[in-house]
């Protein structure tokens, strides 16, 4: 797995590089055939307080491509939603991988 972590208006720390890696893993535990994945940390200039850390990703396995993101208060709050987002998208693109397959060869075995 290829990843790549960058920031836009923040420094990336090693903690912070550390945090998104150890969280991502969660990713590669469910699905093995990710290939790449670009992760976007950013501050965002805004008047509000309110839900200017922002992540986004986006993710290439073979045969899709994924994006989430989200925004919060706390960038490490922000990372953990974004996770739990992607974590969703690569279970339910595994699942339509499986479940396409999957018939064919009960049609196969059901004509023998």
């Known amino acids: 797995m290829n990843l790549t972590i960058s920031g836009h208006h923040l420094e990336v720390t090693p903690a ?3 945090y ?3 969280k991502l893993d969660r990713i590669s535990r469910h699905f093995d055939q990710v290939v790449d994945v ?3 940390l950013t501050i965002e200039k805004q008047k509000e307080k309110e839900r200017r850390q922002r992540a986004e990703c986006n993710i ?3 045969g899709n491509d994924m994006f989430a993101e989200s925004s919060h208060e706390d960038l490490y ?3 953990d939603e974004l996770v739990d987002k ?5 279970v339910r693109h595994k699942d339509r991988i499986q479940q396409h397959a999957h018939p064919a060869s009960k049609r ?3 004509t023998a």
């Open 77 to 79: 709050a922000a990372v």
């Open 38 to 40: 670009r992760v976007l």
């Open 60 to 62: 290439h396995v073979k």
């Open 16 to 18: 912070l590089r550390n």
């Open 108 to 110: 196969l075995m059901g």
């Open 20 to 22: 998104v890696t150890a």
């Open 86 to 90: 992607l974590d969703r998208l690569v």
